[in-house]
């Protein structure tokens, strides 16, 4: 894809060998010389904005299109991201499904959200339906950005910041970019997120729902509450078919209701969870847009807890911030929960 040319410009690749420079796979910069290009503008005390872009749930196109579509999919948006970057800065493979973006464009924090929002929004690159192969998917992704000087003084401590933006994208649910402000980002801890594996969050379940001294309500708010915290959504709730509701969170209440259980009702109705694919699911279907619509909500999950073959009540993790992509770890935790409320309700 680049081309001799378009690398000259830069004293870093004068005695380049562009077949060396290039990956193999999409046609831009190989992780070896965007590190490097990256390393040598740090050196060299040049202003710039630097972002890694990681496709959301990349496995899974992998694993139900073939691994011919997914390399289509790698090099369509590389393609996307090389066109967008231009002249103003480079773009590289850091690998797997992993990108990184080099710009020149501006580092102040408004110059690099403008720049990172409208290629998220209008430049045509993810949020969009790829087809390869007369097969078509739709495609996310999630990048965290920093700039050199402005926030990192050095080239480890530019990707250390650059970690902990990204960090904190998959946390919020994928499918967003973060811009490192040290006020907000400084004190991420990139290897929290073994904390929150899942092991680690069944463990502390099971803490929770053991603790006696309490009423089974209790102990299923508290549960609720460590959920939100620990996924970072904006609630959990657990509503019964009795029309008895817990709910997890300070504040945000997305009104629980008959019009509710209606709705999870049939969601639920051929299988025990639901999980959106996409935005799609809501949008093809006027009563979910307009129940999720009322409700300020943009995306959620719900499981069904059924007992004795007759259902109990049902589970839901609402997010009303951001398009959440939901990840297999969070249907996993749904159904897990199904089985703790049971054996709580049950005793």
Same mark, same amino acid.
């Given at each position: 894809?680049?081309?001799?040319?378009?690398?000259? &410009?830069?004293?870093?690749?004068?005695?380049?060998?562009?077949?060396?420079? %290039?990956?193999? %796979?999409?046609?831009?910069? *190989?992780?070896?010389?965007? =590190?490097? !290009?990256?390393?040598?503008?740090? +050196?060299?005390?040049?202003e710039f904005m630097m972002g890694i872009l990681d496709i959301d749930n990349f496995k899974l196109i992998n694993d139900n299109y073939g691994h011919k579509v997914g390399d289509g999919c790698l090099q369509q948006l590389a393609?996307? =991201?090389? $066109?967008?970057?231009?002249?103003?800065?480079?773009?590289?493979? !850091?690998?797997g499904d992993e990108f990184i973006v080099i710009s020149f464009k501006g580092t102040s924090y408004d110059d690099v959200h403008e720049y990172i929002e409208k290629m998220f929004n209008e430049g045509n690159i993810v949020r969009k339906k790829f087809k390869v192969d007369n097969v078509n998917f739709y495609v996310t992704? #999630?990048?965290?950005?920093?700039? !050199?000087? &402005?926030?990192? &003084?050095?080239?480890d401590e530019l990707f250390l910041t650059i970690d902990k933006a990204l960090y904190r994208g998959k946390t919020k649910g994928r499918n967003c970019f973060i811009v490192y402000v040290e006020a907000k980002h400084k004190n991420i801890e990139v290897h929290k997120m073994e904390q929150s594996s899942l092991p680690n969050m069944f463990s502390r379940i099971s803490e929770l729902a053991?603790?006696?001294?309490?009423?089974? +309500?209790d102990r299923v708010k508290n549960i609720l509450d460590y959920i939100t915290l620990a996924l970072q959504i904006s609630q959990a709730s657990l509503l019964l078919t009795d029309k008895s509701t817990i709910v997890s969170g300070d504040g945000y209440n997305c009104n629980i209701d008959d +019009?509710?259980?209606?709705?999870? &009702?049939?969601? #639920?109705?051929?299988?025990?969870?639901?999980?959106? #694919?996409?935005? *799609?699911?809501?949008?093809?279907? $006027? $009563?979910?847009?307009k129940f999720v619509s009322d409700r300020k909500i943009i995306t959620f999950i719900v499981s069904k807890i059924v007992f004795s073959k007759k259902t109990f009540g049902y589970l839901i993790l609402f997010e009303d911030k951001i398009t959440r992509i939901w990840q297999e770890r969070e249907a996993a935790l749904l159904l897990y929960l199904n089985k703790v409320i049971e054996i709580l309700f049950n005793k």
């Open positions: 894809m680049y081309k001799l040319e378009d690398l000259k &410009k830069y004293e870093y690749f004068n005695d380049i060998n562009i077949d060396y420079a %290039l990956d193999p %796979l999409t046609g831009v910069l *190989s992780r070896t010389n965007i =590190l490097g !290009f990256a390393r040598h503008l740090v +050196e060299n005390n040049v393609s996307n =991201l090389a $066109k967008y970057v231009g002249n103003d800065g480079l773009v590289g493979r !850091f690998g992704a #999630t990048i965290g950005c920093a700039s !050199f000087p &402005k926030d990192a &003084k050095t080239y053991d603790n006696n001294k309490i009423s089974v +309500e +019009e509710c259980l209606d709705i999870f &009702k049939n969601l #639920t109705a051929n299988d025990t969870l639901f999980i959106p #694919t996409g935005l *799609s699911n809501f949008a093809n279907n $006027k $009563k979910i847009a």
